[in-house]
């Protein structure tokens, strides 16, 4: 499963972005999706993540509820994660994932808060 994110960029405090994985060589409905942060100098931690196989059963961290939204479009082998009222602690490499018998990993998508 090859992961491709996109979306990232420079974006006021309070501003929204969304950004876009989309997967090729796998049979994405079977795949539960997910999104990574990794801020400078700290550990790459979990954002959300959405089931598949047609649960679509969604968990997001503390730090995104009220505030992101995770979701799938499986006719396009896609995940979003649309970021409302962004914060400067948002800032960080957005990493897109795909899991099933294996975990897949996009190549990150950098968003930078701006105050």
């Known amino acids: 499963v090859q992961l491709q994110a996109s979306g990232g960029g420079l974006v006021q405090a309070g501003g929204s972005l969304r950004l876009s994985c989309a997967a090729s060589?796998?049979?994405?409905?079977?795949?539960?999706m997910g999104w990574f942060r990794q801020a400078p100098g700290k550990e790459r931690e979990f954002v959300a993540v959405?089931?598949?196989?047609?649960?679509?059963?969604?968990k997001y961290a503390d730090s995104a509820k009220g505030r992101f939204t995770i979701s799938r479009d499986n006719a396009k082998n896609t995940v979003y994660l649309q970021m409302n009222n962004l914060k400067r602690g948002d800032t960080a490499v957005y990493y897109c994932?795909?899991?099933?018998?294996?975990?897949?990993w996009g190549q990150g998508t950098l968003v930078t808060v701006s105050s």
């Open positions: 994932y795909a899991s099933g018998w294996n975990y897949y």
């Open positions: 060589g796998g049979t994405f409905s079977r795949y539960t």
């Open positions: 959405i089931s598949g196989l047609g649960r679509s059963t969604i």
